[in-house]
Structure formats: C-alpha cells, structure tokens
C-alpha cells in the first residue's frame, strides 16, 4: 500500500516535469509600460494639512481640557518649592540645609527627637524653641509635633511648616 503511493507520487513528479520541460519558450514578452500611471508623490505639507483637516471635521478638540494657568498651579503647591516654574530646583534656606534629623527617643511621658544643628548633638521636645529653650533650633523655630510611629519631625519657622523624616 505504501509502495503504491510512493510509485504514483514518482509518477506525478516526473510527468509534470517532462510536461513543464517540453512547453514552448516564449521568451518574447509584449507589455507596455508606458500606459502605467505613475503614483503620485506625497510631501509633508501634503501630509500635514490631511492630518489638520481630520482633527479639524472631528470632535476631538471638544473634549480636550484647557491647559490651567501659572496662577492656578500656584495656588494649588502646597509642599516643596514655592514657585515649581522657578529655575532653581530646591529653594533651601537656613533650616533645611544645616538641621538633620537622626532618630526618635520615646518614654513612657515623653517622646524626643534627636537632631543634630550646627554640629551640636542632641534632643527636642513638643516645648521647643529656637533661641529660647534649646540650641538646637535657629532662632524663633517651634517644634510642632513629633510623630514617632510615622518617623516625622514637624518644625514650624518663619511661618513655613517643615516637614523631616528619617
């Protein structure tokens, strides 16, 4: 049964060869290029004015959302700086490059935050206050809350909440 399908398949190939082999050569091909249409070439500014027109007939520019203002965006920054279109990237003053906060000290009474300011070491407390209770603080800063569970120091100084985390 094999054998059979293996003979007829032979068959086939070789007959389609002979058949394949024996056709007429026509090498002459008569075909004229010349009633082809060339297509046309598309700039960019072709291109640019289909894709205006589309955005144009389409209701796409009705539900895009204004852009908000310098103004807008101001007055909504709570935290960082306080113009985020300024050039610098980190408006720092007095507190935020010389107080460093190093960890929390907590009592059965109290809670402390150890700091060190100025190369002084040592801790505050909720009743803190720069130049009046401790050398730790500039001048006039408060300490507002100190929040052990979530690792924060609260610092109120010249009317501007600090916030620092370990």
């Known amino acids: 049964m094999k054998k059979d399908i293996y003979h007829r398949l032979i068959f086939a190939v070789c ?3 002979l058949l394949v082999g024996c056709a007429p050569k026509n090498n002459n091909i008569d075909f004229d290029f010349s009633k082809l249409k060339r297509p046309k070439k598309i ?9 205006n027109d ?9 539900d895009l959302i ?7 965006i101001l007055s909504n920054t709570k935290f960082g700086k306080k113009d985020p279109f300024s050039k610098s990237d980190i408006q720092t ?7 460093k906060l190093t960890g929390f000290l907590k ?3 109290d809670v402390y935050a150890l700091v060190i300011y100025l190369d002084n070491q040592g801790s505050l407390t909720e009743e803190s206050v720069g130049g009046i209770n401790t050398n730790l603080l ?14 924060k120091l609260i ?3 010249e009317n501007e909440k600090f916030i620092f985390e370990l």
């Open 138 to 151: 500039p001048n006039g800063a408060k300490v507002i809350k100190i929040d052990s569970k979530n690792n």
């Open 15 to 17: 007959f389609s060869s």
């Open 54 to 62: 589309n955005f144009e007939n389409n209701s796409y520019l009705q």
């Open 155 to 157: 610092i109120d100084f």
């Open 93 to 99: 003053n007095l507190l935020n490059s010389t107080l």
């Open 107 to 109: 009592s059965k009474s």
């Open 43 to 51: 700039t960019t500014i072709d291109k640019v004015k289909k894709v």
């Open 66 to 72: 204004p852009l908000k203002n310098k103004q807008e």
